[in-house]
């Protein structure tokens, strides 16, 4: 990684590819022979890992699986994990860091153990490479290399793992998932929400990006991970950064692709900046504490797979993230009444 030219792609495209994901060991060859087996399970196995918005007798609301949601926009089904918090008890009452449900099969222990061990490993490698990446941030702006350690190890951050499979989409399409030239959309546009998503695609056509006023594919990147600004990195940049407008479409075949969303813990302050240095020309932030948790609780109510986070949430999470006088900054598909996973 070059610090100039990846400053030069988050200013002009919001989007880049790397290869540094090597450095740290990652194999995207073990990553899709991971997706594959979770994928080959039998349904009712992966519902017992479904989050409780979708299989009320699961415990677990945040985190694990979530179906397939014919008639919606988006078309897809996934797996997600989150930190492996070593002392449950220190976060037992809030949902954001629950303990992620693994496969538990009969007969085949070894088969999941060795499928936990391997996301885990893959998720810290996808942590090594987006540290990095806030490093050169950092050092480009003239500050240390742990400028912004604080808000992503001064606690348990909330970043998120998946696996996702895009079916090919054939049964139950709604009129709004068809492109004007006969293509089908398998997510909604969007930006992602926090700092920054690391995406291994396996080498597969099917995202696109929205710039100047057009929809313009990312040609297939074997062996290069795609790394794209999300919506908070961008406004502590004063617009220096683009969260570039994204979507995927059917590729006519069963997709599969690994996002690894890197985010700070819950009480992070959203109103910091990069380092000054690197500031664009929008306003500045206001010069208040507003927690992370609060944009991010009221942005997922967006996406079909949280839509019934809100109910499953602690009093006092309520009280502090969604009921805060502090006016929390909106996402762009909220500010443009944008339709993402959901018919409403």
Not at 74 to 87: I, L, P, Q, T
Request: charged content about 25%.
């Amino acid at each position: 990684l070059q610090s100039g030219k990846l400053m030069q792609a988050f200013e002009t495209y919001g989007f880049c590819l790397v290869s540094g994901g090597y450095k740290f060991g990652y194999d995207p060859a073990k990553a899709l022979s991971l997706a594959r087996w979770f994928f080959s399970l039998e349904q009712e196995e992966k519902m017992k890992l479904a989050t409780k918005g979708f299989c009320d007798r699961n415990n677990n609301v945040y985190r694990g699986y979530f179906p397939v949601q014919p008639g919606n926009l988006s078309y897809k089904e996934g797996f997600e994990a989150g930190e492996d918090v070593e002392n449950q008890k220190q976060v037992e009452d809030n949902p954001l860091l629950e303990q992620t449900p693994f496969p538990q099969l009969e007969g085949r222990s070894k088969e999941c153990a060795k499928f936990k061990e391997d996301y885990m490993t893959i998720r810290k490698q996808l942590t090594m490479v987006a540290d990095t990446i806030m490093q050169m941030i950092a050092e480009e702006g003239e500050e240390d290399a742990d400028y912004f350690d604080s808000m992503f190890h001064g606690d348990v951050p909330l970043s998120t793992h998946r696996i996702i499979r895009y079916p090919q989409r054939k049964d139950k399409v709604p009129d709004r998932a068809r492109l004007p030239g006969g293509g089908l959309i398998s997510t909604g546009a969007h930006a992602d929400s926090g700092f920054l998503t690391i995406l291994e695609t396996f080498g597969q056509p099917g995202l696109e990006l929205f710039m100047e006023g057009k929809w313009r594919p990312v040609p297939p990147c074997p062996n290069l991970l795609v790394v794209n600004i999300g919506e908070h990195l961008a406004r502590m940049s004063c617009g220096r950064f683009k969260a570039t407008i994204h979507r995927v479409v059917d590729i006519g075949k069963d997709r599969i692709s690994m996002p690894f969303f890197y985010e700070p813990h819950c009480n992070s302050n959203i109103n910091s900046t990069i380092p000054k240095k690197l500031l664009g020309n929008e306003q500045l932030p206001e010069d208040c504490y507003v927690p992370f948790a609060s944009f991010l609780l009221k942005k997922l109510s967006i996406y079909a797979e949280y839509q019934s986070l809100h109910k499953h949430l602690p009093t006092w999470m309520v009280e502090k993230y969604l009921r805060s006088d502090k006016e929390t900054p909106s996402c762009w598909a909220k500010e443009t009444n944008q339709i993402i996973d959901g018919e409403k």
